[in-house]
Every structure is written in structure tokens, then in C-alpha cells.
């Protein structure tokens, strides 16, 4: 599996972005999903996961009811829908895929070592 983030830029503190993450070279359609970011001097850390199914997504509590992940599994495609954007969201972002595993269509992983495949990175800057 090949994946290609986009959709990262430079933004003021309240604004929006929406992420892309696209896939290729499998079906798609029984991998979990992830988002993670890593900011300067900074540990890489989860954002955001869904489920093969779509039927379970998670998030990490700095960005609950702020960002919000889905996907389309006709585009082969997850999406992270960033909304009021804080400067402390500023970092590089990237997505990740595990799967097929066997999971159950609720389940998603939130650490990084559980996923197999990851993407280059898209950054994202949020000025004050």
C-alpha cells in the first residue's frame, strides 16, 4: 500500500484544512486508518483513526470535537476535516494503514507501532 498526504498549508489560528490521504496498490476497503502528527522537538503523536468499516473513529482529546476523520472508499481516500485551528496544531501531519488483520469493524489502533504502512507527511502552520 502507497499512500500520498495532501492538503496541508499555512493557516491563521480559527481557520480550516482539510487533509487527504490517498491509497493505492491494494483494495483499501478492510484497512484501518490513522492520522498522527509530529510537531518540532516534539514526540510523533495520534490525532485521529477510523476503522476498515467506518464504523469506529477515535480521537486524541486535544482535537475532539475540532478535527474529523473520514473516508471514501470508492477514492481509495481518507480525509481529516481540521476546524478551528490552534497554533499548537501546527506540526507535520501523516497518515498510516494497517490491515487486513482481522479486526473488527469497529476497532482502530492509536499507536504508531501497530501500523504498517505510512505516508510522506503534509505540514500544516497555524499562525497566531
Known amino acids: 500500500v502507497q499512500l500520498q498526504a495532501s492538503g496541508g498549508g499555512l493557516v491563521q489560528a480559527g481557520g480550516s484544512l482539510r487533509l487527504s490521504c490517498a491509497a493505492s496498490?491494494?483494495?483499501?476497503?478492510?484497512?484501518?486508518m490513522g492520522w498522527f502528527r509530529q510537531a518540532p522537538g516534539k514526540e510523533r503523536e495520534f490525532v485521529a483513526a477510523?476503522?476498515?468499516?467506518?464504523?469506529?473513529?477515535g480521537y486524541a482529546d486535544s482535537v475532539k470535537d475540532r478535527f474529523t476523520i473520514s473516508g471514501d472508499n470508492a477514492e481509495n481516500t481518507v480525509y481529516l476535516q481540521m476546524n478551528s485551528l490552534k497554533p499548537e496544531d501546527t506540526a507535520v501531519y501523516y497518515c498510516?494503514?494497517?490491515?487486513?488483520?482481522?479486526?473488527?469493524?469497529?476497532?482502530?489502533?492509536?499507536?504508531?507501532?501497530?501500523?504498517?504502512?505510512w505516508g510522506q507527511g503534509t505540514e500544516v502552520t497555524v499562525s497566531s
Open positions: 477510523i476503522s476498515w468499516s467506518g464504523g469506529g473513529t
Open positions: 498510516a494503514a494497517v490491515g487486513p488483520r482481522g479486526y473488527s469493524g469497529s476497532y482502530y489502533p492509536t499507536s504508531d507501532y501497530a501500523y504498517d504502512y
Open positions: 496498490g491494494r483494495p483499501f476497503s478492510r484497512y484501518a
